[in-house]
Nanobody
Framework: QVQLVESGGGLVQAGGSLRLSCAFS????????VGWFRQVPGKDREFVAS????????SFADSVKGRFTISRDNAKNTVYLQMGSLKPDDTAVYYC?????????????????WGQGTQVTVSS
């Protein structure tokens, strides 16, 4: 059974940077696209970024374009979300998500499994 474990969340000042990691286990990592979503209390979970199986294709929400990058290390079964120029509006729980059918997930319906989430808090 595929498991995803996020790490790297924490408290950072506005304008700062943070790198999230998503460790994948229980399956063949390169068979899956992986994405990041985020959620704040009282709001729907929203797409942040995703990356294809080989890493050749990436996609980003408009709200994070130019500030966030996504990458993967297939030798380490890990996906990274590098977040820069952070804003208080980026405060949320960030979830790693495996694509259901091998594609890079950009919607919740595309997701086959979720991590437990990691809190990111950006102070002003």
């Amino acid at each position: 059974q595929v498991q995803l474990v996020e790490s790297g969340g924490g408290l950072v000042q506005a304008g700062g940077s943070l790198r999230l990691s998503c460790a994948f286990s229980g399956g063949t990592f390169i068979r899956y696209g992986v994405g990041w979503f985020r959620q704040v209390p009282g709001k729907d979970r929203e797409f942040v970024a995703s990356i294809s199986r080989t890493g050749d294709y990436t996609s980003f929400a408009d709200s994070v374009k130019g500030r966030f990058t996504i990458s993967r290390d297939n030798a380490k079964n890990t996906v990274y979300l590098q977040m820069g120029s952070l804003k208080p509006d980026d405060t949320a729980v960030y979830y790693c998500a495996r694509g259901r059918f091998g594609g890079a997930p950009t919607r919740e319906v595309d997701v086959g499994s979720w991590g437990q989430g990691t809190q990111v808090t950006v102070s002003s």
